[in-house]
């Protein structure tokens, strides 16, 4: 089955203790990108990667990481996680760009994470 | 990007049809119009997505005026399932981002 997946689901931490959330796509999909969402903010994007080891800046970059080293994956980092990261984080992936007409861009279940 | 307005609710029946309209005034001549639709604590989901004139779907229909400057985003006898957050996104397709609009919560009543 064509899916994005993330891990954990649910993450309660404290405030700088580095956590990664990871994300996955089995659609050998190029594109891929995270998200975060908060109420009366909409979705934002972090980063973006157009292909292995090619990752470039969202909206809201700022206390976030990613990489990606295989086209699969593509983990979020916070290296020193702070309370205004307390969020609903997605994952998305596309074969190509993501407002091609000729593609579709995948989301993954969401990963809901508290920083106290 | 083009800035996109939409309502930010609107409630119906089941079985009814509903249409959202979605205001793009500074659409650029190679953006594609795409509809999204999320539920709670889920990812959004592709809906369809369309260029000029009219697109259908098996779940939707997208109706494009001439000047491109709003969209409609037709359902057509909706049911309770159908009660979501519906995203409007306008973007050229080399945009290497997409940007999310507030969305329009839609609320189906039995």
């Known amino acids: 089955e064509a899916q994005v997946t993330q891990n954990p689901r649910y993450l309660i931490t404290v405030t700088g203790k580095k956590l990664t959330v990871t994300c996955s796509q089995n659609?050998?999909?190029?594109?891929m990108s995270w998200y975060r969402q908060d109420p009366g903010l909409g979705l934002r994007q972090i980063y973006y990667s157009m292909n292995v080891e090619v990752t470039d800046k969202g909206d809201v970059p700022e206390g976030y990481k990613v990489s990606r080293k295989e086209k699969r994956n593509f983990p979020l980092i916070l290296e020193s996680p702070s309370p205004n990261q307390t969020s609903l984080y997605f994952c998305?992936?596309?074969?190509?760009?993501?407002?091609?007409?000729?593609?579709?861009?995948?989301f993954g279940p969401g990963t809901r994470l508290t920083v106290l | 990007l083009a800035k996109t307005t939409q309502p930010i609710s609107m409630d119906s029946y089941e079985g009814q049809e509903v249409n959202i309209t979605c205001s793009h005034n500074?659409?650029?001549?190679?953006?594609?119009i795409t509809w999204y639709q999320q539920f709670p604590s889920q990812g959004p989901r592709f809906i369809i997505q369309?260029?000029?004139t009219k697109v259908t779907n098996e779940v939707a229909s997208l109706f494009i005026p001439a000047d491109r400057k709003s969209s409609t985003l037709s359902l057509p006898r909706v049911s309770l399932s159908d009660t979501a957050v519906y995203y409007c996104l306008v973007g050229d397709k080399s945009a290497r981002q997409l940007t999310f609009g507030s969305g329009t919560q839609l609320t189906v009543l039995p």
């Open positions: 500074n659409i650029a001549t190679n953006d594609y």
């Open positions: 369309g260029y000029k």
């Open positions: 659609m050998n999909h190029e594109y």
């Open positions: 998305a992936s596309s074969l190509s760009l993501p407002s091609d007409p000729r593609d579709t861009q995948y």
